[in-house]
């Protein structure tokens, strides 16, 4: 069975390629390389470099016939979303509508696609369920809800079905694969932690006056190992009939910054060089998840620990910027 997956020489798409290859599945890969890596790809998926909005592009990944799209194209910067939202429009809605009509001419039913707990209302109570309000406070969580809207709206049509995975905090490393955190331009607070640790060069903690314990804010980090087998659950839970839908991915535990922290400095048996910071705009206090439903519906759980997650990181890091 041929899956095109989309965006799948990034961090994440990366390691779920190695997934589904793994689980005997067919792969392509369609990137333009604008935040990919050319380096993470396999030499067992096919690779179509090219734009998911170009139709010739997208035509030559299904190569005639897929059975599933995996979508993980997108930009992914909330501060730049804000700064610059007609260009999220661009890259996250408009191409990814033009995608999903290219797979839909081409009868490809089901899709497995990359949202996020930006779509929440982050001021509702949690941890968060699939069912609170959607109100996303940045650019970014809209577009992310304006394709899973179309999605819905596609599926209502009967011209697939889908699954969203609305990804909580990404994190740590494959590192049987090789693959680990490595945007092009890093804004994430474990790698930053990371770089800051190697190069003595200080993190900013961004903010300590929230309302939580701490003061520092609260994130869900879940292992991107984890995040790989949801994926892959999720298109099996499709091949079995399941009902399109969105499920939070997440460990469903929150860590704060100053928690977090603490861990990496254990892990790296060396202080973390940092200062403290003002709040970074569109930052949530607290995103934390509740995981019931893709546990009961996708049999899908978390199983590495954050302390496992941090090693990986810290292994996978170390190791990249030694070689
Ligand atoms: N963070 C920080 N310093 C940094 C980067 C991030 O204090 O240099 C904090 C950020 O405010 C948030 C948490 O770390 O509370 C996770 O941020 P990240 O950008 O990794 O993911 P996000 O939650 O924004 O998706």
Redesign the pocket.
């Known amino acids: 069975m041929h899956v095109v997956v989309a965006g799948g020489a990034g961090y994440i798409g990366s390691i779920v390629v190695r997934t589904l290859l793994r689980e005997k599945y067919t792969v392509t890969v369609l990137d333009d390389l604008s935040h990919g890596n050319v380096w993470s790809l396999p030499k067992a998926a096919r690779f179509v470099e090219g734009d998911i909005a170009d139709p010739s592009a997208v035509q030559l990944a299904i190569h005639g016939e897929a059975h599933a799209l995996m979508h993980f194209a997108a930009k992914i910067d909330?501060a730049e979303s804000m700064r610059d939202p007609a260009l999220y429009h661009s890259a996250n809605v408009d191409k990814s509508l033009l995608l999903l009509s290219q797979i839909q001419m081409a009868r490809v039913r089901y899709v497995v696609f990359s949202s996020t707990a930006a779509v929440y209302d982050p001021n509702t109570l949690q941890p968060l369920k699939e069912d609170a309000a959607l109100e996303p406070v940045s650019v970014y969580g809209r577009t992310k809800l304006i394709v899973e809207s179309a999605l819905t709206e596609l599926a209502k049509a009967g011209s697939l079905s889908y699954v969203a995975l609305r990804y909580f905090?990404a994190a740590g490393a494959s590192l049987e694969d090789g693959l680990g955190e490595a945007h092009p331009h890093e804004?994430?607070?474990?790698p930053?932690t990371m770089r800051a640790v190697t190069t003595g060069s200080p993190?900013?903690?961004?903010?300590s006056d929230y309302p939580t314990p701490d003061g520092?804010?609260i994130?869900d980090y879940i292992d991107v190992r984890d995040l790989a087998s949801a994926h892959l659950q999720a298109l099996r839970y499709l091949e079995r009939g399941g009902v399109s839908t969105a499920f939070n991915v997440g460990r469903g535990e929150g860590t704060s910054?100053r928690e977090l922290l603490a861990m990496i400095e254990a892990v790296a048996g060396k202080p973390i060089p940092q200062a403290m910071g003002s709040r970074?705009q569109g930052?949530p206090s607290s995103?934390v998840a509740d995981v019931q439903n893709i546990k009961r519906d996708l049999g899908w759980v978390a199983r590495h620990s954050l302390q496992d997650t941090v090693e990986s990181a810290w292994r996978w890091h170390t190791r990249s910027t030694s070689s």
Do not use: E, K, Q
């Open positions: 909330v905090n804004t994430h607070l474990i930053l993190l900013t903690i961004f903010g520092t804010c994130r910054v970074r930052d995103l």
